[in-house]
């Protein structure tokens, strides 16, 4: 879920029973606009940036997937994306410089996704474990917050990462 223009929000990643649907939420009038995914995007993550929505991974209700996908809002219309390095669910992602920060719950890395060369970096192995990894931002500086609260800090441009 991501919040887009408009006063409204961008819904995905239902469980399992409307999986390839995805939903435009108008928060003014409480009306909601159905739109058919390519793919299962239950359990996915989704960000908005620069009149898109990009969302990764998801779970099939079987196995867990490496999709992604670029929704542009203006013309209605999905594109598949390079797919992530691993298969994903839940991925918290932010996005700046057209470069987005992602991780997610089934691995222990954090990757940078290129939306410009349509590729990804591995950027930080937390080795810590691999559940769910929260990623956010303040100022200039990025955080992973793993599950069990430990705080990973990178600067913004997501070079350094530490541990």
Not at 78 to 97: D, H, R
Not at 143 to 159: F, L, M
């Amino acid at each position: 879920m991501c919040i887009i223009p408009g006063n409204s929000v961008f819904c995905c990643g239902n469980y399992p029973n409307a999986a390839n649907t995805a939903f435009i939420i108008d928060l003014n009038n409480n009306v909601k606009k159905v739109i058919y995914a390519p793919d299962s995007l239950s359990l996915s993550g989704s960000i908005y940036y620069n009149s898109s929505v990009y969302v990764f991974g998801g779970y099939t209700g079987h196995f867990y997937v490496n999709n992604a996908y670029w929704y542009y809002l203006l013309e209605n219309k999905w594109e598949n994306l390079n797919p992530l390095p691993v298969q994903s669910s839940f991925v918290s992602c932010i996005a700046k410089n057209n470069k987005i920060l992602l991780s997610g719950r089934e691995h222990s890395k954090i990757y940078s996704y290129d939306i410009i060369q349509n590729s990804y970096i591995e950027l930080h192995d937390i080795q810590a474990g691999i559940w769910r990894k929260i990623i956010c931002e303040n100022n200039k500086n990025a955080y992973v917050i793993e599950a069990d609260g430990y705080i990973y800090e990178g600067n913004q441009e997501w070079k350094a990462w530490s541990t």
